[in-house]
């Protein structure tokens, strides 16, 4: 096992990927790695990408709240990242009366800038923890080891844990649990506000142009991070002040040419190259269609009312966003999916790995135990979405759900007063936060249809037992949509959650039978309770047992690779990465070739006044009219370059990731993957994958010339 580790990590770091796959872990970049950037036009020593001792690459790069990547470009502490990974930031910050989302808005000086409840991390070091890990797991049985694991985790992250200065290890499985490795990271909480283009600029396109190429979308904003004055991390106050990184990225507006070199930095959420057959028709036939459909159900609702009304729209702006977001990933992922047969290769591939494996005793039964785990799991599947996008998928029902664990304080043996203190107080806070989100009139819709359609959609056997048994004696026909219209608004009216004084009453002294004859939480707590009870266990063992089998098998596909593990990088798991690659032009489909850049001219292209997601600041338009670009104009083109194209492999994470050119000068930001190349987390396609960036130069054409934040222009000193 330690030998197969130790070649695991010597040959990953050997040999690269084709074409531009690859999501290479940068303090592991071995010579040939290496090399192959050399060649295809890297200009910057190994000391330069990644260095535990000198300041790097690797410290201007940052994780951006919760799922998002920035960068650092000036000497204090400014942080590009997307528009969409500030988003909620910019929505929470804006009101009706001054709309920061509709309207933009730049910090002409320090004090502008706005508070914000975001974090961003930057990455300290890096430990391969492996033998630790393996050592404290020796001798035990695979459902022993998941038990175990994360108090070994912890064992080994609490002796890196320092809180006065904001450090924390976290450790990430590479390989399917074949490696483990610690990153330590240091968590900045003061970081501010400083920029957004009107969501016009910023989300230009929407839905419509979101995954795709040409695209014309100005997704960045600006934030600061700040410290104490002695530069350590620290809560919000007046007294912090910019911090000055170890290292931030030069900016150029020297421009770009179809294949130059393109390097992106950043945070790949998740990738799953090794996919079975089995997953992928499990995703294709049940997971994807029945997400796809309950979100078309929701986004539909909540639309109806954002287009009405400018508070609805910035209350829901964020979560529609996000919904929209993988909705339309999940329903091109499995259209990609089909299109390249990807199931069909995979068949072939098991095919003859089951031919190596015949001789060879631990893999032997490999694919029928793969066949049984999904047989096993397939019938409850549709169940564990319906649930999850279905009914938790009304903001209502999600939030009584979250009642439960009061519900368990109240009922639990044993319980101290303070127990349920803490729990009616938790509860108390989240309600707040629920009320000011919550919707009532999109929610209504979204509870009538989702409860409906988990009564027609999932088998009758898998129902919470006696609740639409109920619901029918008390509505009516279940077969009629007005039953469960009806249904909804009663609910609405009743429960106690949606009135401040019903609330406030239960509150104050919780106790368990009136929760539990709560109209809503009676409902919702019947379904999370079936599902808890009957179908988590099976769910679990599922997961476990597809783990295990997917840690022997990536053993497995190793050993049967002449160069074993060569052109092998780890699935994506949030851990840094770095890709490298060009920027490149392609042919989506027969007769269409699509260029490596779109410019302003398009932008008007696609310009319709008043539109929900292609209308303009009336600025922009004119001075594109006039061509008014100032420094940031394409000599070639003769225009301003909005957009560009690479061949690098990233995925969701990613976004707001710098990419630089052969010196590391920052020339974009990457905001999203291409839609011929939508399955690429389970299948990159080297022909066709495409990460779409804005270009920097835009970036700072939208500050500078409609922002007029020349502050900021001065402060990050572009490189002409
Ligand atoms: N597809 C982009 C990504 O996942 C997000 C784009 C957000 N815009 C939108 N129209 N929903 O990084």
């Known amino acids: 096992m330690k030998k197969l580790i130790l070649s695991l990590f010597l040959l990953a770091s050997l040999f690269s990927a084709r074409a531009d796959e690859g999501m290479w872990l940068p303090m592991l970049l071995g010579k040939q790695v290496y090399n192959d950037m050399v060649k295809r036009g890297l200009k910057l020593s190994k000391e330069q990408l990644y260095s535990i001792n000198k300041a790097s690459i690797k410290d201007a790069i940052v994780i951006f709240g919760r799922g998002c990547t920035g960068e650092i470009v000036s000497n204090q502490g400014l942080i590009f990242t997307n528009h969409h990974c500030g988003y909620e930031a910019i929505a929470a910050a804006s009101s009706v009366k001054n709309n920061y989302l509709r309207d933009g808005f730049y910090a002409y000086n320090k004090d502008q800038e706005i508070k914000s409840e975001l974090t961003v991390q930057f990455l300290e070091q890096i430990v391969d923890v492996t033998k630790q890990v393996e050592d404290s797991l020796k001798g035990l049985k695979w459902d022993d080891r998941v038990k175990k694991l994360q108090k070994v985790y912890k064992s080994i992250t609490d002796k890196v844990e320092d809180k006065e200065n904001g450090i924390a290890g976290r450790i990430y499985s590479m390989f399917k649990d074949n490696q483990y490795i610690m990153f330590v990271y240091k968590t900045y909480k003061d970081i501010r506000l400083v920029g957004t283009p009107p969501e016009s600029i910023g989300k230009f396109g929407g839905d419509t142009d979101n995954w795709e190429w040409p695209r014309h979308t100005g997704d960045f904003s600006i934030f600061r991070v700040y410290a104490s004055k002695d530069g350590k991390p620290t809560e919000y106050s007046n007294e912090n002040v910019p911090l000055t990184p170890k290292h931030f990225l030069p900016v150029s507006i020297k421009g770009i040419k179809d294949g130059d070199y393109a390097m992106i930095y950043g945070y790949p959420g998740g990738t799953n190259r090794y996919e079975t057959s089995y997953g992928i028709k499990l995703k294709n036939e049940v997971e994807n269609p029945a997400l796809v459909a309950l979100r078309d159900m929701r986004l539909k609702y909540m639309h109806e009312q954002m287009i009405k009304d400018p508070a609805v729209k910035l209350k829901l702006a964020s979560d529609y966003a996000g919904i929209a977001n993988y909705w339309k990933f999940f329903d091109g992922e499995t259209k990609q ?15 003859e790995f089951a031919t190596w494996a015949k001789s060879r005793i631990g893999f032997k039964d490999i694919f029928t135990e793969y066949e049984k785990n999904y047989a096993n799991w397939t019938p409850y599947s549709k169940h564990r979405q319906y649930l999850r996008e279905g009914i938790l998928g009304s903001p209502l029902s999600a939030f009584a759900s979250s009642l439960i664990a009061l519900e368990t304080a109240l009922t639990k043996p044993g319980a101290t007063a303070e127990d349920i203190k803490k729990a009616a107080d938790a509860a108390n806070n989240a309600h707040k936060n629920f009320m000011n989100a919550e919707d009532l009139p999109s929610d209504k819709n979204i509870l009538a249809a989702v409860a409906k359609a988990f009564y027609n959609d999932i088998d009758k056997s898998q129902h919470p037992v006696g609740v639409y048994e109920k619901l029918s004696a008390a509505y009516g026909d279940l077969n009629d949509e007005n039953t469960f219209k009806k249904w909804a608004l009663d609910v609405f009216s009743k429960t106690m959650i949606l009135s401040d004084d019903k609330w406030n009453a239960f509150i104050a002294n919780p106790d368990s039978a009136s929760l539990q004859s709560d109209a809503m939480f ?11 009870n009957k179908y988590m266990p099976l769910y679990t063992a599922f997961v476990n047992k597809n783990n295990e089998l997917g840690r022997l098998y990536l053993k497995g596909i190793i050993e049967r690779r002449p160069d074993g593990a060569a052109k092998m990088y780890p699935d994506a798991n949030f851990s840094m990465r770095v890709s490298f690659g060009n920027v490149k032009s392609y042919k989506p489909k027969d007769a269409v070739n699509y260029d490596f850049v779109t410019t302003a001219s398009g932008i008007l292209e696609k310009y319709v006044p008043g539109d929900y997601e292609f209308d303009l600041p009336s600025k922009e338009v004119e001075l594109i009219k006039n061509k008014d670009f100032g420094d940031y104009i394409d000599k070639n083109k003769n225009d301003l370059v909005v957009a560009f194209i690479t061949t690098n492999d990233i995925t969701g994470g990613n976004s707001g990731s710098p990419v630089m050119d052969a010196n590391g000068n920052l020339i974009g930001l990457a905001f999203d993957g291409n839609y011929e190349a939508l399955s690429h987390k389970i299948a990159f396609d080297a022909e066709l994958n495409r990460t779409i960036c ?12 409609l922002g007029g934040a020349t502050n900021l222009i001065d402060e990050i000193k572009p490189i002409k």
């Open 522 to 532: 009676n409902f919702t707590a019947a379904f999370v309770k079936n599902y808890n």
């Open 694 to 705: 804005v270009d920097v130069r835009y970036v700072l054409w939208c500050i500078d010339k």
């Open 337 to 351: 999916l089909i299109k390249y047969n990807v199931y069909d290769q995979k068949k072939q591939y098991e095919t």
